[in-house]
């Protein structure tokens, strides 16, 4: 089945510490790939995407998020996180072939301490 | 502000009962999507609606069941609750009905159901 994975269910940093989420999919067609943040008690918004071209994406905030293809991965960095990146990230992914959701991983909550 | 609203912000109920969950998508909007968030299984996918028509489904209980109305509002009935129905429920909408144009959705901000 088709499914994304998040391997890291929470986080702790120190502010200016360099973050790196990792987000694998399981999903041998043409993928889209996503990120979206949720600030505490926020709606879900979206970081960033990819639908094609450079690998490497840049987002809002200072994140960018590289895809590799052969590794399945859309792993989410930021060299320097500060205190207001304290939030829950998630990684979806929008499969091609008549599929018409967006299936999302189960999150990765970062806590950022000053 | 996303633009999109759900009522109620939070629902306590029994075991058995039935319940209402309410969204407004962001004006423009055609597409309307329904999550289930809960601690163990995360963003789960439940079902779509385009422009009033059921588009897309997905890890959605036959006890649950949704709709769309004329002016794109959406409501997703979720019924005979178990006490494993407890979750964050979000709603989302997008323009179009594909995600071809910008793949975005636009989140509310959930609607938080406790079944005691």
């Known amino acids: 089945a088709q499914s994304v994975s998040q391997h890291n269910h929470h986080v702790i940093l120190s502010e200016a510490a360099s973050l790196e989420l990792g987000c694998n999919y399981s999903?041998?067609?043409?993928?889209?790939l996503f990120w979206y943040v949720q600030y505490p008690g926020q709606h879900l918004q979206l970081l960033l995407k990819?639908?094609?071209?450079?690998?490497l994406v840049k987002g809002i905030k200072g994140f960018e998020a590289e895809f590799i293809k052969s590794k399945f991965s859309f792993n989410l960095r930021k060299p320097s996180v500060q205190w207001s990146d304290t939030a829950e990230y998630f990684c979806a992914a929008l499969l091609s072939g008549g599929y018409n959701k967006l299936i999302f991983g189960a999150g990765t909550r970062l806590a950022v301490h000053p | 502000d996303s633009g999109v609203t759900q009522t109620p912000k939070h629902l306590i109920t029994a075991t058995g009962q039935r319940v209402t969950l309410r969204c407004s998508p962001r004006s423009g909007d055609l597409s309307v999507y329904w999550y289930q968030q809960s601690l163990d299984q995360g963003l789960q996918f439940l079902i779509q609606?385009?422009?009033?028509?059921?588009?897309a489904k997905g890890n959605i209980l036959e006890r649950f069941s949704a709709q769309q109305f004329p002016d794109l509002h959406s409501e997703l009935n979720l019924s005979s609750l178990e006490l494993g129905d407890s979750a964050l429920y979000f709603c989302?909408?997008?323009?179009?009905?594909?995600?071809?144009?910008?793949?975005?959705?636009?989140f509310g901000e959930g609607s938080r159901l406790t079944v005691l």
């Open positions: 999903y041998g067609g043409t993928v889209n």
């Open positions: 609606y385009y422009n009033g028509e059921e588009r």
């Open positions: 989302a909408s997008s323009v179009g009905g594909d995600f071809t144009n910008t793949g975005e959705l636009f």
């Open positions: 990819y639908f094609s071209g450079d690998p």
